[in-house]
């Protein structure tokens, strides 16, 4: 689509903001590229994505800013999203407010809160358990006394006639109940049940022997997930701008500088301070180096890279910088137009 896009300045300290209503469903994670068709270079920079409401924002870093000037109108196109349009304007950006890496965790954040939860789940209930009550062992005791007394009391009417009537059948009587009381005893009683005695455990000892040393194996090289990857897989799939430019740095110094400057300007769009002063470093032409990475100096670029690395609190570039400044200040002396633009520009 092809209109008038409305862009604001801010909230990060020298970036702007494109405003475009209605296109909240398009937001990711996945930065968009921003350009600028007839005014090189046409690919300004990437920027990323934050939903508002029903509305897609689009958060332009201050790397992607440099080239456009306030009160002048540009045509632009984001590509991945298929939008072309006009800014009539260009606003004064901002000197201060958020860094863009503060932006960009913001966005993440809200993605993040929008995704559901899974529920808390109950803990289950566990019924204590009742330990069974003391039970008393039942104890048998002998009744053998008991039966012989019931016997007797039982024969006491049978003795009386007996010894009433004669010594014979006394005699005979006496000899009948020697054998019911002698012949037949009563079943010897069971031992009484008693509960068994706990048996102690049997203490072992064991043998102590001097201390072995563990012999831990040296660690293992990390390995490095993001060699060979592309440039914008590198971009997507590393945990942090540092991480980016860690592996932009890298590649510099293994013979790909065009794949090492691309990650460096992608991690220092993201606020990673070291990335700023490496870029600063290969611009500034009081330390150019002809055979690097980049094809010229750059005083605008340097500037710009010091003085953000700077902002993102690098205080080892502070002495490069005062260096450039010096180098600035004699040109500009001489009459050299972009060296007092630079001046004006990047620094108070």
């Known amino acids: 689509m092809s209109n008038a896009i409305k862009i604001l300045p801010g909230p990060h300290a020298e970036g702007a903001t494109i405003v475009l209503p209605g296109r909240a469903g398009d937001d990711s994670d996945k930065p968009v590229t921003l350009k600028a068709p007839g005014y090189p270079p046409e690919v300004k920079g990437e920027c990323s994505r934050a939903a508002q409401g029903n509305d897609l924002l689009i958060h332009i870093p201050s790397s992607a800013t440099r080239d ?50 899974e529920g808390e789940k109950n803990d289950p209930v566990v019924q204590p358990v009742t330990a069974p009550a003391h039970v008393e062992p039942v104890v048998v005791e002998p009744v053998l006394g008991l039966v012989r007394a019931s016997f007797w009391s039982r024969l006491y009417p049978i003795r009386k006639f007996l010894f009433a009537g004669g010594g014979v059948l006394a005699s005979i009587l006496a000899l009948a109940v020697w054998f019911v009381v002698h012949g037949h005893h009563a079943s010897p009683p069971s031992a009484p049940f008693r509960p068994a005695t706990p048996v102690p455990p049997v203490a072992t000892t064991v043998p102590v022997t001097a201390h072995q040393p563990i012999m831990t194996p040296p660690p293992a090289s990390p390995v490095n997930i993001l060699e060979g990857l592309s440039v914008p897989a590198v971009i997507a799939q590393a945990g942090s701008a540092s991480a980016i430019g860690d592996e932009g740095q890298r590649r510099l110094t293994h013979g790909k500088p065009d794949d090492g400057v691309l990650l460096l300007e992608a991690a220092a769009q993201r606020g990673d301070g070291h990335a700023m002063a490496r870029l600063a470093h290969l611009y500034d032409p009081t330390a150019f180096d002809p055979n690097g990475p980049v094809p010229a100096a750059d005083i605008r670029e340097s500037s710009q890279y010091y003085r953000a690395a700077v902002q993102a609190g690098d205080e080892d570039v502070k002495d490069d910088r005062a260096r450039l400044h010096d180098h600035l200040e004699k040109k500009a002396s001489a009459g050299d137009m972009e060296a007092q633009l630079a001046l004006k520009d990047f620094w108070p």
């Open 68 to 117: 456009f000037e306030p009160g002048a109108g540009y045509k632009i196109e984001i590509p991945e999203l298929r939008v072309t349009g006009d800014i009539e304007v260009w606003p004064q950006l901002p000197t201060t407010g958020k860094t863009y890496a503060e932006l960009e965790a913001e966005a993440q954040q809200h993605r993040n809160n929008g995704i559901p939860t």
